[in-house]
């Protein structure tokens, strides 16, 4: 197929469902979406409202599928939606949504509005009209292995300085193991100190364990660009691997949007259950603290807070686990103001962070992240999503502040206790 | 020379003197709202009129009407003023019988051709080619077109001639319609009720004899001397009502005490006649004075207008079962919308093409 106008306009028309169209008719203009959006808030600008990055298929609702919408475009009184019109949609419904889904949190009636960008994006795609950055992010994972070009070799060297840092030996397509363990690109690249730190965990706590040659990374940029055809065949991968493998669990990386993709996307995305389960790495974490299994010494006595991952709070609901976790390694633990399910976006996910022009925006939404941290004066900040952890730091190094990143995992890697 | 065929001629005779016929003049003039320098002008030409040549043809009726306007109270000048016309035919009234009184009918159609008045009570039958009223073996619309051809004007006199009346109640089993739907060419004025005030009847004829046209119509083709304002506008107990105080029950202190009848279904504030004002029975009363509310009868359906005892303001049909139709009727429609909806997105799920990395390189 071709990418046109009428493609994307069909494209979105199979996409609006039955809570679509309960959002779009339940929506009473209050326009508190907006107060929710860090790029309204840092910005003022009106076009920023959230429900606004959805008008072209808002109209497309009204004139497709309403009574009175209907009537209209047959007498000639609506604005059909136009190529250039989505041209000027892109940079909202991209640029602009981190898809954190604060907004859908704060509406007064319940409309889903993150699930609406999500699947306006799949008529964005199709149209013409996504990021070319995020375009070429998917086809690199598409025809590579991974966003950022990483293949399987590129882990594999990782690991065997793993192996020799922690003298432990990491399985690799391990049939029967418990756990199938699947990294994020940033990690590979950026954070690659996550690999013998789950090592030493997992030994540590007598975990069952593999790595696997074929489905090692799980971000999804086709689910970021909006593609559910392209997203389906990225996670299809980890599903063929753990089902090869046979493991009980796959464990989500450090990452959001590979956590969404897998835990709640994946089964809808290949049509049909999983044999398996799927865990985050901090649930997982928590659940062995919890069963005794995770033993630390030492406790950390720097000024530190955690930053939450939008999709592990608002769409994962993962709140509890990552601080239990961390009063066990922290001594000065302090919560930023509007912690958990009400924390502000690092401003970079959904894809955004993969936009380069995007850039400027996403430094001036930053200035909300800032507030949060000049309000308590840390020196640490701890995340467990890699992608939020480089957007943090970027926006850290922009506007001169010293605090570090650093991730959770790793953090009670460091603390573990010796064996006896 | 004094000619003997003119009404005053006439009334003489009768023994009515000229101050008699004076008051009746004047009493005309105030009735139909006509300035009062009117009177003279009404007493001369109806002094000099001829005796016009009326047809009185009754159809599906209950002789209401004709009842109502012959038991004027004797000797009123509504009785005789009737005198004063030359009533040609009229099953009722007639002596003649059979073929004599067929004839007397056709007699007048040829000789005042063109000037005859014709004047019809009741309603018209039309189904299955009107066979359900017939006159001397003719179907009533046969007669009634025959007779009209020749007509100066009609009067349509009780609410059946004129709006259709009972006989055209649901379900309306002979298709009757009243005059003004069958007779489209001539003037016709409808003096509508069940039956009509007898001095509206011979009010509306006063007014021909004496300007030789009909009077103003409302949009009904009532007389607007008569039917201009509401019974509720004229009712002595509007006090009441304009105080909010009504009779509950027939019997309770509220209309023992002679307060508003609305709650007990009076049709007063939507029905146009002059009962409140002329009454009935020689000025006795009319039947609001009775007790009893307004049924609405000058009023088209009135007949089929809800009970007569429910309050104007409650809904006159089984508003449930409406809203219980509209209901149905909604989900059926949007069943059906949602089901093309459905369908769009099902052809555009069925036509869905696989986005491949293809088409996102650059």
């Known amino acids: ?420 | 020379m004094k000619d003997h065929d003119t009404l005053e001629h006439r009334l003489t005779q009768q023994g009515i003197s000229r101050r008699s016929f004076l008051k009746f003049c004047t009493a005309m003039a105030s009735l139909m709202a006509l300035p009062p320098g009117t009177a003279p002008a009404i007493a001369a030409a109806l002094a000099q009129a001829k005796r016009p040549s009326v047809i009185w043809l009754s159809f599906q009726e209950c002789t209401g009407c004709t009842e109502s306007l012959t038991r004027s109270h004797s000797p009123t000048l509504e009785s005789l003023i009737f005198d004063m016309i030359s009533l040609d035919y009229h099953h009722t009234l007639q002596a003649a019988s059979g073929f004599a009184a067929e004839k007397s009918r056709e007699d007048a159609m040829k000789d005042f051709y063109g000037k005859y008045l014709l004047l019809v009570d009741g309603s018209i039958p039309t189904k299955d080619n009107g066979i359900y009223s017939t006159i001397a073996g003719r179907t009533n619309l046969d007669l009634l077109q025959e007779a009209a051809k020749g007509a100066a004007a009609i009067v349509a006199v009780g609410s059946c001639a004129a709006f259709g009346g009972l006989p055209m109640a649901k379900p309306n089993p002979t298709g009757a319609a009243p005059v003004s739907d069958l007779i489209k060419d001539k003037p016709i004025i409808n003096i509508s009720g069940c039956p009509p005030i007898p001095s509206v009847i011979t009010g509306v004829l006063a007014h021909y004899l004496t300007f030789g046209e009909l009077p103003a119509l409302d949009e009904l083709g009532r007389p607007k001397a008569f039917y201009g304002e509401t019974i509720h506008d004229r009712c002595y107990r509007r006090p009441f009502y304009d105080q909010g105080k009504f009779a509950k029950t027939f019997d309770d202190e509220g209309a023992r005490n002679g307060w508003c009848l609305y709650e007990l279904g009076c049709k007063g504030p939507t029905t146009h006649n002059a009962c409140a004002t002329t009454k009935w029975n020689g000025g006795a009363g009319f039947p609001i004075e009775a007790g009893h509310g307004c049924l609405g009868c000058s009023e088209p359906n009135f007949w089929d207008a809800g009970s007569f005892y429910t309050p104007l303001a409650a809904p006159t049909s089984n508003i449930g079962a409406i809203a219980g139709a509209a209901a149905l009727a909604g989900a059926a429609a949007a069943v059906a919308l949602s089901a093309a909806d459905r369908a769009k997105k099902k052809s555009l799920q069925q036509t869905h093409e696989k986005l491949t990395v293809k088409d996102i390189s650059n």
């Open chain 1, 1 to 420: 197929m071709t990418t046109s106008l009428q493609g994307g306009i069909n494209r979105m028309m199979e996409q609006i469902d039955g809570p679509i169209a309960t959002f779009f008719s339940s929506c009473v203009h209050c326009g508190l979406c907006a107060d929710a959006c860090l790029f309204y808030t840092e910005t003022q600008n009106p076009k920023y409202t959230p429900i606004h990055k959805l008008e072209p298929m808002r109209r497309l609702w009204q004139q497709e599928f309403t009574f009175w919408g209907k009537l209209m475009s047959r007498l000639g009184l609506s604005k059909p939606v136009t190529d250039a019109e989505l041209a000027a949609w892109e940079p909202l419904v991209y640029d602009s949504c981190t898809m954190c889904g604060r907004c859908s949190l704060a509406c007064p009636v319940g409309n889903d509005i993150v699930y609406m960008v999500r699947k306006m994006r799949e008529g964005m795609v199709v149209s013409g009209h996504a990021p070319d950055d995020i375009k070429g992010a998917t086809q690199r994972a598409i025809e590579l292995g991974g966003p950022m070009g990483i293949t399987f070799a590129t882990l594999q060297a990782h690991i065997k300085h793993a192996e020799k840092e922690t003298g432990l030996t990491i399985p690799v397509d391990q049939i029967g193991a418990d756990y199938m363990m699947v990294l994020s690109s940033a990690e590979i690249a950026d954070f690659s100190e996550i690999i013998p730190a789950v090592t030493r965990i997992f030994d540590h706590a007598k975990v069952s364990w593999t790595f696997a040659s074929d489905g090692f990374e799980g971000t999804n940029s086709g689910m970021q660009l909006g593609s559910s055809d392209l997203a389906a065949e990225l996670v299809g991968r980890l599903v063929k691997a753990a089902e090869r493998l046979k493991v009980k669990y796959v464990i989500s990386p450090e990452c959001g949007h590979a956590y969404t993709a897998l835990r709640w996307e994946g089964p809808n995305l290949i049509g049909r259950p999983y044999p398996f389960k799927v865990v985050h790495i901090i649930e997982l974490l928590d659940e062995l603290r919890a069963a005794g299994r995770l033993r630390t010494e030492g406790m950390d006595d720097t000024r530190l807070t955690f930053h939450d991952p939008c999709q592990m709070v608002r769409r994962g609901g993962v709140v509890e686990q990552p601080r239990k976790l961390l009063k066990q390694v922290a001594s000065n633990f302090v919560e930023m103001p509007n912690p958990g399910v009400q924390n502000w976006c690092c401003g970079g996910g959904g894809g955004v962070s993969a936009i380069e022009r995007a850039e400027p925006l996403r430094q001036v939404a930053f200035k909300r992240k800032k507030s949060q941290l000049d309000a308590i004066n840390v020196n640490t900040i701890v995340t467990s999503c890699s992608n939020c952890r480089n957007v943090l730091q970027d926006g850290l190094e922009h506007y001169h502040m010293p605090q570090q990143v650093v991730g959770l995992t790793e953090l009670i890697a460091e603390h573990l206790a010796e064996k006896k």
